[in-house]
């Protein structure tokens, strides 16, 4: 599916492929809570071989000294990369060298209508804030910390994997 996203002002535009367009996964940790703007940030998974950007030169990147994972490359820094507009904040996508195939594109960024997920993942409810509702339906799954199924294993469990 292809996944057509913006910006708030207009400044940055980007599509990406995604087989795995649902988006479902629900994360809590302080790093998504803080540069999401909300009580959580929910991302999808693209080919990172297929992004193409608009206003590149209106992109900045984000990269954390802080993360709920406690892994850090040797400047000290996590390995993530968060894109966004500088000139409206807007947070875009994620991207990491440890899976440097794919890049992460915040649903909120995502301007083509999605799927709506048959069920959605709660993850790192360790580190929700405590003013966060968290609307769990009966056949959710939440989790502490991480989960070990990932996206693309949550697409394919469900039946959802669009190869």
Known sequence: MLLE???HCG???FSVESFTPYP??????SKCRKTGGGGYSVNIMGNAESLKIQGADNLSVY????NDRG????DGFGYSRLHFCKL????LWVHSDEYAQWIYPRATAIDTPLPVPPTRTHLMLGSKADWVPCHVEPDDKQFDGYPDEGIEEWHRRNGLYQA
């Open 5 to 7: 996203g913006s910006c």
């Open 24 to 29: 479902y996964n629900y994360c809590y940790c």
């Open 71 to 74: 892994v850090y490359d040797d």
């Open 11 to 13: 400044a940055v535009a």
């Open 88 to 91: 409206c904040s807007s947070s």
């Open 63 to 66: 990269r954390s000294r802080h």
